[in-house]
């Protein structure tokens, strides 16, 4: 089996299928939703804006919000490709997650996806969540040394972290199931030296055979909501400065208390609430006049007159992902948030 070191596909080639750059203002089905199941999270990691002053209360979004607001999805979800467990927090906290992915799998989504620090990803978890079918477990992991590691993730365990991530990739590899795993570094100046080390070691406990995946991207700075200093100083780039953002387009992002965000950058606080997805149809939300006020801005070659659009890195990183995968990259299912 060989390597393909991929950058992800052009911009425009990539979200062809999401949107016209002459979006004309019709309705948007998004072929991809993130819902945000706890607001709260065991780590402190330093790029991470959760701990960040904001008018959310930390919270587990409700049993049964969340089961009426699948139930009002799930007439969509033969065009939705990847649906999201997860947001500004640590799903595995969240006692009810493998019965939310066994209810997600039973209204008909193809793709479920966590992300995790896998601190608390205990055998017994691991299992469970194998069991209720998450089609995606994406491992975050920012070093291959406890030092390092540690310092970015501060109160994760690297020992503890390592040893949950390799024995769920073997149970899954012992039992048959049929999980992918993603494992995922966000490169930074404090951990870019070990990435050679890390990839050696990753790529021999993940299957690509599997679809399993390996992941390296760019630390960003969630719109200037973190210290650029953590960043890079250089990101700007004038030719995707003015191009529309793809994600506004083609993703949908509800948070534990139900607000509809501008998009993962803004999942601190929701600051333009476009609306409550408990309360109100989502889809209608994603296609309310606000909204499409601000697709209309960015189609215009204007995103750089909203504050949180100007300062955000996303786009500019997106070139320099790499992905370890032997699949091509019009293969590959679209890429979790964060
Ligand atoms: C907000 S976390 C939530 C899920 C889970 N707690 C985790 O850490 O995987 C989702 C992803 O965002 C990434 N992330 C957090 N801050 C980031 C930043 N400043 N730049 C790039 N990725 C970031 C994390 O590494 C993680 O992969
Ligand atoms: S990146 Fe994930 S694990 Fe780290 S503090 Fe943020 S939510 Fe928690």
Redesign the pocket.
């Known amino acids: 089996m060989t390597d393909t070191l991929t950058a992800p596909a052009p911009r425009s080639a990539e979200s062809a299928t999401v949107y016209d750059p002459l979006w004309n203002g019709e309705r948007i089905i998004p072929r991809r939703i993130v819902i945000e199941t706890i607001f709260g999270?065991?780590?402190?990691?330093g790029?991470?804006?959760?701990?960040h002053p904001t008018s959310r209360k930390k919270g587990i979004m409700p049993l049964d919000k969340f089961k009426h607001l699948i139930d009002r999805l799930a007439k969509y979800s033969a065009s939705v490709e990847m649906l999201d467990l997860?947001g500004?927090?640590?799903p595995v906290i969240d006692p009810h997650l493998a019965e939310r992915i066994s209810y997600v799998k039973a209204s008909g989504f193809r793709n479920t996806a966590i992300?995790?620090?896998a601190?608390l990803l205990s055998e017994e978890r691991a299992v469970d969540l194998l069991k209720a079918g998450v089609d995606t477990v994406i491992f975050?992991i920012d070093g291959f040394s406890k030092e390092v590691h540690e310092a970015v993730?501060?109160?994760?365990k690297y020992e503890r972290v390592v040893k949950n991530c390799v024995n769920m990739i073997r149970l899954r590899d012992s039992r048959g199931y049929e999980t992918r795993f993603v494992v995922r570094f966000?490169r930074q100046p404090s951990n870019e030296h070990e990435w050679d080390d890390y990839y050696r070691f990753w790529r021999g406990v993940i299957s690509l055979d599997k679809r399993d995946l390996l992941i390296r991207y760019d630390v960003h700075n969630w719109s200037n909501q973190i210290d650029n200093t953590t960043t890079r100083a250089d990101w700007r780039d004038p030719i995707i400065e003015v191009a529309p953002c793809h994600h506004i387009f083609e993703k949908i992002v509800i948070l534990a208390n139900g607000a509809v965000a501008l998009c993962f950058e803004d999942i601190l606080e929701a600051q333009f609430r476009f609306g409550n997805a408990f309360e109100d149809d989502p889809i209608d939300i994603f296609n309310s006049a606000r909204f499409n006020k601000i697709r209309k801005l960015h189609t215009a070659g204007k995103r750089c007159n909203l504050n949180i659009c100007s300062g955000c890195m996303v786009l500019c990183n997106e070139p320099r992902r790499v992905v370890v995968s032997d699949l091509a990259s019009s293969q590959l299912l679209p890429m979790s948030s964060?």
């Open positions: 999270c065991n780590a402190a990691c790029m991470c804006v959760i701990n997860f500004l927090g640590e992300s995790t620090n601190h975050s993730r501060a109160r994760t966000v964060g």
